[in-house]
């Protein structure tokens, strides 16, 4: 039986340096705190918790004073910050360099706006983490779509100015894109921004191919993922024996039956060790 890991796999570059920031200052050794879930994996999130990483809610972090708080990669409002100055926190700022600078465009689009004759939507999932942070950049002054079911939500009689959470997929943005443009009024403008990860969008052709290559797919993802579930749905279109798992105890060796070949592969917010944790229990039970 050959197992092989999906080399482009694991995690993206704002997830590994928000990680390695983490581990960085926990051998300081001083009490560190992490507002929410560094990544949407609940392993790893233990892995560090065991190091010393205390994972705190926004309402505990507001009733902190003086303390050190890393900030994860899916970045803050900056109502944030502003409690941080005032409670003399001290701030590691892990957020991604992606996501800050779409929270830039978002800031400066939404200081020239006139909201008589203007509107910011967002394409993205509703309470995420990112999708906070953006909002927070319009005082809540913005709309944010799910998919083209909610695109009744937008007022087409003014100029639109779309943009997209970094993880969501670019074929879907683009389907939104190609409906608004259908029904968006004569005269009204409409500007749509190329905010979906590049990493993260060119991820999708790749793990199909990784997945066509294979009898069976392992996606190793937490269930908080949203990248993982755009993944993982990608792989489904080319590969129906794919399965999605947390962990090598989630495993089902009845489901590998016959099989050949399998491809072992994950997220964004995926590390790699749990990646290799589930290949070598396959090979060991195998053998």
């Not at 050959?2 to 080399?7: G, L, S, Y």
């Not at 205390?54 to 309402?59: D, V």
């Not at 409690?83 to 779409?102: E, F, M, Q």
């Not at 990112?130 to 009689?157: A, M, P, R």
Request: aromatic letters at 6%.
């Amino acid at each position: 039986m050959k197992v092989e890991i999906d080399n482009e796999s694991g995690f993206c570059f704002g997830v590994l340096s928000a990680i390695s920031k983490a581990e960085e200052e926990l051998r300081k050794g001083d009490k560190l705190f992490c507002l929410g879930d560094i990544v949407h994996n609940g392993i790893e999130c233990d892995r560090l918790e065991k190091l010393g990483l205390k994972t705190i809610n926004h309402y505990e972090y507001s009733s902190l004073q003086n303390a050190r708080v890393l900030l994860r990669a899916h970045g803050e409002p900056p109502s944030t910050y502003a409690i941080a100055r005032k409670n003399g926190i001290s701030l590691i700022d892990a957020t991604c360099p992606v996501v800050l600078k779409l929270q830039q465009r978002i800031h400066d689009q939404f200081e020239k706006l006139d909201p008589a004759t203007q509107q910011i939507i967002i394409f993205g999932q509703k309470g995420h983490a990112e999708i906070l942070g953006l909002v927070g950049q319009t005082d809540g002054n913005v709309t944010v779509i799910e998919s083209t079911d909610e695109i009744d939500l937008i007022d087409f009689s003014k100029d639109i100015f779309l943009y997209s959470q970094t993880t969501k997929s670019l074929e879907n943005y683009n389907q939104l894109i190609e409906k608004i443009s259908a029904r968006i009024h004569d005269g009204r403008k409409f500007v749509h921004n190329n905010t979906v990860c590049g990493q993260v969008s060119h991820r999708r052709e790749k793990i199909r191919g990784f997945a066509k290559r294979h009898d069976v797919i392992l996606f190793v993802s937490g269930q908080k993922s949203s990248n993982g579930k755009v993944l993982f749905n990608e792989i489904l279109k080319v590969n129906p024996r794919s399965y999605l798992i947390e962990s090598r105890n989630d495993i089902d060796f009845s489901l590998l039956s016959g099989a050949e070949s399998i491809g072992i592969c994950g997220a964004t917010s995926t590390p790699k060790w749990l990646m290799e944790e589930c290949r070598n229990y396959i090979l060991k039970r195998n053998n």
